[in-house]
């Protein structure tokens, strides 16, 4: 009997091993896709008198909250890396690039934090909701923490091309502040719009 115990044990042990290597390799294959999924898009997204639509970072997000924050971020990480590489990175220099492409698309990873929440609501009955309400948390959360990084960026490397007389600061808070309302804005509709494909897109086998 405790042999039998002992087989079972060393099999379920195994087995074990098996998915949890399966599930390191499906997040790195999702890492790779979701980042390029991101690029990809910033090619197809039109202007509209200047204004960019743009909903690039969903991708990132959806990647955030199916596998979690560290996933999230790398996603993010590998996104500002393509950019670097494909040549669609402004370069100022080198902490220039570190600030705006590293540590601000990055940052976009942190919409993980609501992965426990989000994923809870997904096997909730009835809570399609809360899936919306925390899905668009997670984005704006997200969003935020990117754009703070191009603040920072934008007083502290492009603020000399301020017009005369404003302020760096304010110049940045401007020309930031607008892209993070109007990319934040898409990013939640769009994300609201996929609410029918949640369990494909989102959801995560237990």
């Known amino acids: 009997m405790d042999k039998n115990r002992g087989i079972n044990s060393n099999t379920n042990s195994v087995q074990d091993v098996v998915e949890q290597r399966k599930t390191r390799i499906t997040t790195i294959v999702e890492i790779a896709l979701f980042a390029a999924l991101s690029m990809a898009l910033d090619y197809f997204i039109p202007s509209i008198g200047g204004l960019k639509i743009s909903f690039k970072m969903l991708p990132v997000i959806i990647l955030a909250l199916r ?21 669609e990175a402004t370069v100022l220099g080198a902490v220039q690039v570190i600030v705006e492409y590293i540590l601000a698309f990055s940052a976009v990873g942190l919409a993980g934090l609501f992965r426990a929440a989000v994923q809870k609501t997904l096997y909730t009955e009835g809570a399609r909701s809360k899936t919306l309400l925390y899905g668009s948390v997670a984005t704006f959360i997200g969003s935020l923490a990117r754009y703070v990084f191009h603040f920072i960026a ?17 110049y940045s808070i401007v020309v930031n502040g607008k892209d993070f309302l109007v990319e934040t804005a898409c990013t939640i509709v769009i994300f609201v719009l996929l609410a029918p494909l949640f369990d494909r897109i989102l959801r995560v086998k237990r």
């Open 154 to 170: 934008g007083f502290w490397f492009w603020g000399k091309y301020a017009p005369e007389g404003m302020s760096p600061v304010v």
């Open 67 to 87: 596998r979690g924050l560290l996933p999230g971020v790398l996603g993010g990480l590998l996104w500002g890396v393509l950019q670097i590489l494909l040549g």
